[in-house]
């Protein structure tokens, strides 16, 4: 079976998928689960438009950790 980042598992082993950020030191590994289940609540409370980057950031960067400031401000640019 075939993984984020082309990652593979060997027959038998739970698929405990984890979107695994290689190179990054410090950074979380976090479970596709959790990942899923924050945004799937992140996109049912937010309501679009420049309010919800800062809804964004503040999880994402300030409560969660997942990402440095850094990171957010250059992802928040490519999507520009």
């Known amino acids: 079976m075939r993984l984020l980042g ?3 598992l060997e027959p038998g082993v739970r698929p405990e ?3 695994a950020r290689k190179g990054a030191e410090g950074m979380p590994d976090i479970p596709l689960q959790r990942l899923f289940v924050a ?3 992140l996109g049912a409370t937010a309501y679009g438009g420049p309010a919800m ?3 964004l950031k503040s999880d994402l960067v300030d409560k969660r ?3 440095s ?3 957010f401000k250059e992802g928040m640019a490519l999507c520009q």
């Open 6 to 8: 082309g990652q593979h």
């Open 65 to 67: 950790r997942w990402l």
């Open 69 to 71: 400031d850094q990171e």
């Open 53 to 55: 980057m800062a809804y």
């Open 17 to 19: 998928i984890v979107a």
């Open 39 to 41: 945004f799937l609540h």
